[in-house]
C-alpha cells in the first residue's frame, strides 16, 4: 500500500475519532469563553458541497457536464487560557477532497493545515473586546501540474482580528473583522456578525459572515490567471472553492450547541451562500465536539491562598483616646462599684496560766465554804 492510499484510509476514522474529543470549528459561532486557568480541546469535522460558482460580476453560474467538488474538513484544536484574559491556540487540518468532472472522479486525503494563533481580551464591559493574531501554514501547496484535488489555498496566511462580543443570561451577541494577507495571493478582509437565545449550556443563533478581496492578486489580467483557471477546471471540476482570482463571499448560518455541562458543549452549524465573486457557492455543515477543563481548581498541588495577617495595635505613650467627637461619654461609664463590707471575725482569748490558777483557788474555796456549812448544820 503506498502512502497516498494508506492516508486516504486512515483519514475517515481519524475524522471520526476527533468528533469524539473536541473548541470552535472554523465556522462554528464566534463566542469565546476566558474562564482563568482552562484548558480545551475540540475536535470535528465540516463537509461542504458545490455544483456552482458565482462569476465575476456575481452571478451564479453551474459547473459544465454535471460537476462536482466535495470537501470534508476534519480538525483538532487545543486551547489554553492565563488568568490574565488572554490565551493560545494550536489546530490541525485532514482533509478529504473529490471532484468529479468530464474526464474522471478524483480525490485527495491529506494533513494538510496547522494553525496557530493568540489572543487576549483588552476590554470587559458593555462589549468584550479580544485582538487576535493567526498564522496559517499550509502542507498541501499548489503546482500548476498537479493531478490531485486541491485541498485549501496552499499558502502562509496571516489574520488580524478585531472581534467583540457580549454574554447575557439569555441573549449573547457578537462582531468581527480584521485584515487576512495570503502570499501569492489577494488579501481579503474576514468578518461575521452574530447572535442568539442561550439556556444553560446552549445555544441557538443565526450569523452572518463572509470575507472581500481588499488587493488584487498578482495574477490578475496575465496569462497566470488562464493557467490557474485551466488547472481548476482540470482537477476541480470548475469549482472556484480554491485558487481562484481575487474571490469574495457571503453566506448565512445557523448555530446550534447543545451544552451537557460548561465542560461538554456538542456544536453544529449550517451556512449556505448567498453571494459572491469568483467564489464556490454551496452548503456547509459541521459538528464538534467542545471540553473544557479547569486545570487550576481540581490541582490538588494549587496554591494555597496566604491566610489574612492582623497587625497588633501598637499603643503610644501617653496615649489618650479623643472623646471631643460630640457623644455623651456618661454612657460608657461603668457603674460604680458597691464595697463589700467583710463581717467582723470575734477573737476567743486564750487565758494564762495565773488565769486559770486564779479559777483553781476560786473553785477551792467554794467548795471548803460548802462543807463548812453541812457541818454546823449537823
Known sequence: MNHSSFVKNLALPLGLLLCLISQNGYSFNKLKTYEPRTFEMSGGATYFETTSNFNDVGSKVNLISSNKYALLDMFLETRYVFKDFWSVRAKAFISNAESKNTDFNRSNSTLNTLEASGDWMVYRGFMDVMPELTMRYSLDQISNTQDSVITNEGVLEITAMLKAQNNYQWFSYYAGGGYNFRSERSSVMPWYVGGGMQWKHSFFGLELNGFQTITDDSDKGNTNEAIRNTLIQR???????????????????????????????????IANSISGQNYANGLTVGIAVNLLFDTFSNNP??????????????????????????????????EPEVPVVAPVKKHTKVPSDDDIQDQLDQAEMSIKLKAKKRKKKN
Open 235 to 269: 482537477v476541480d471540476g470548475g469549482s472556484y472553492k480554491f485558487y481562484s482570482i481575487n474571490p469574495s463571499h457571503i453566506q448565512i448560518q445557523a448555530n446550534l450547541d447543545v451544552g451537557f455541562s460548561s465542560g461538554f458543549v456538542v456544536k453544529s452549524y
Open 301 to 334: 498541588h494549587k496554591e494555597a491562598l496566604p491566610g489574612k495577617h492582623i497587625e497588633p495595635v501598637k499603643q503610644e505613650e501617653n496615649y489618650q483616646i479623643q472623646t471631643q467627637d460630640g457623644v455623651d461619654q456618661n454612657l460608657f461609664k461603668k
